[in-house]
């Protein structure tokens, strides 16, 4: 039984549902304090296309963190036309975060079978 609800709570139609929640909630808090839009969007950007890719990259834990800082700096640096400040950085990554402590709660613990 178990094995049937990790593997439905890991299914990749679950992530996107985990996703679209992780947006709505973000979109809350951008809607609440507006300046966070500058980071925020390209934060969920890039965690939404790790979190889709992950498996396939074969990268977990902290690799993905690693992987979506290189990315959000990437991403922003194109973006912005500057390297975002540590601040910034460090925003980013609490926000990514808090997605993914929220989208375990909402898997009730297991993400990937990894607790990643």
Known sequence: MS???ISVLTSEQAMYLYLAI???IVGVLIKRYPWIRK?????????AWIEVNYRSWGIYGDEKMD????SFIADYTKQYGETPSIDVIEKAKALVESLVTKQNEIAGGV??????
């Open 3 to 5: 094995e049937v609800l």
């Open 22 to 24: 992780l947006s709505l």
């Open 39 to 47: 980071y925020t969007d390209i934060a969920v950007d890039v965690f």
């Open 67 to 70: 992987s979506f800082v290189k």
């Open 111 to 116: 993400v990937d079978g990894n607790n990643n």
